[in-house]
């Protein structure tokens, strides 16, 4: 079993900035993929951003250049920094963990990830 624990949302006006951190814990040997998912209230979760074992990163087109996905192996934790926030941006934020290893082309889809944390909301207010 793997443990994923998210943390740094919160309220920031548009323009603003904001890192999350996912600390991953448990059976992490079997963890190859992570990423960043996000759901808005009446959406569906929808991919931000992943990053594969070669540090191959893949982010969704309305946040390209914006936000940046890093992963620290040594403290066992996954990073989102976010600037240039938008009203649109706001959501519960969830880092998710796969078995898969490098970035494959469809890892926006919900399928491949095995391990959700419990999510972190950011508002972003305009």
């Known amino acids: 079993q793997v443990h994923l624990v998210e943390s740094g949302g919160g309220l920031v006006q548009a323009g603003g900035s904001l890192k999350l951190s996912c600390v991953f814990s448990?059976?992490?040997?079997?963890?190859?993929?992570m990423g960043w998912f996000r759901q808005a209230p009446g959406r569906d979760r929808g991919g931000v951003a992943a990053i594969g074992t070669d540090d191959n990163a893949g982010y969704v087109d309305s946040v390209k250049g914006r936000f940046t996905i890093s992963k620290d192996n040594a403290k066992s934790t996954l990073h989102l920094e976010m600037r240039g926030l938008k009203a649109e941006d706001t959501a519960t934020y969830y880092c998710?963990?796969?078995?898969?290893?490098?970035?494959?082309?469809?890892?926006?889809?919900?399928?491949?990830?095995?391990?959700w944390g419990q999510g972190t909301q950011v508002t972003v207010s305009s």
């Open positions: 998710a963990a796969s078995t898969w290893g490098s970035l494959p082309i469809q890892w926006a889809n919900r399928e491949i990830w095995s391990y």
């Open positions: 448990g059976s992490t040997e079997r963890v190859y993929l």
